[in-house]
């Protein structure tokens, strides 16, 4: 399955707001920190304020950011919500054959969403630098790749590939 642009640029836009804690965001600082247009960044943010996502503050010190914790905001109704946006007010199952088909499928792939929040975004998106402490050791599920020099060092797939050739 695989979602639309803006279904992404939202979740990222949330993730951002949910960084800030209850800090208002400007929606231009938004476009710049995630290289997205600005004209998509203020369409993206209307659905999500529709939506009660965000809450928005008019004005010259205005901005936006979440509505509500992001352990109460599941992934599964931002994809919903971004993803059923230009649908004319159509529920899924409503067309017969083909589509109801696609519309259960969708609905099967947004209830696994549905089992996390934007909580679990946040936390699985700290920097890569966050993946080992100084004490060396690393997060369960970081990758581990023998050097030349025998010493284990973190690398990228990229820089894997490098080093075999």
Same mark, same amino acid.
């Given at each position: 399955? %695989?979602?639309n642009k803006s279904? /992404?640029?939202a979740v990222r836009i949330l993730v951002h707001c949910a960084k800030s804690e209850d800090a208002l965001v400007k #929606? $231009?600082? @938004?476009a710049q920190r995630l290289d997205i247009t600005q004209q998509n960044t203020?369409? @993206?943010v209307h659905l999500l304020t529709k939506g009660g996502f965000l809450g928005s503050v008019r004005g010259r010190n205005g901005g936006v950011r979440l509505a509500r914790p992001a352990a109460?905001? %599941?992934i599964g109704d931002i994809v919903r /919500? @971004?993803?059923l946006a230009g649908t004319d007010g159509m529920e899924p199952g409503q067309d017969t054959g083909l589509n109801e088909i696609v519309d259960d499928a969708l609905e099967a792939f947004i209830s696994v969403l549905d089992r996390h929040t934007l909580a679990?975004? #946040?936390d699985a998106a700290q920097p890569? $630098?966050?993946a080992t402490d100084a004490g060396g050791s690393r997060r369960p599920g970081t990758p581990r790749v023998r050097g030349a020099a025998g010493g284990v060092n973190r690398m990228r797939r990229g820089a894997q590939q490098a080093a075999v050739r």
């Open positions: 399955m %695989r979602l279904t /992404s640029h #929606v $231009a600082e @938004i203020f369409k @993206i109460k905001i %599941r /919500s @971004i993803e679990d975004m #946040v890569l $630098a966050d």
